[in-house]
Nanobody
């Protein structure tokens, strides 16, 4: 069974920083793709940043230059360093993983329960 556990959310003022951590448990191929999505109140869930075990990285335009995603393949862990935060970054941040890119991918996606990030103006 695959589990994703996020930590690191919290409350910061505009311009502040936070680091999110997501640890996955399960077979390693379920974490070939790992990343972060976020959902603000009344909004759809959107991609923040995504990475593969081969280190292909994708960022949403809104976070480029401010957020950095990284991963430790040996620990099935993905990090999101968020700098220069602003109120528009306020959302619940969800960790995501899948086996996309491996023979074990059958369309199944995995999600953590989310961690709240609140940025005050």
């Amino acid at each position: 069974q695959v589990q994703l556990v996020e930590s690191g959310g919290g409350y910061v003022q505009t311009g502040g920083s936070l680091r999110l951590v997501c640890v996955g448990s399960g077979d390693a191929y379920y974490f070939n793709e790992m990343g972060w999505y976020r959902q603000a109140p009344g909004q759809q869930r959107e991609l923040v940043a995504d990475t593969t075990s081969g280190n292909t990285i994708t960022y949403a335009d809104s976070v480029k230059g401010r957020f950095t995603i990284s991963r430790d393949n040996a620990k099935n862990t993905v990090y999101l360093q968020m700098n220069n935060l602003n109120p528009e970054d306020t959302a619940v941040y969800f960790c995501h993983s899948s086996a996309r890119g491996t023979p074990h991918y059958f369309g199944r996606e995995y999600w953590g329960k989310g961690t709240l990030v609140t940025v005050s103006s």
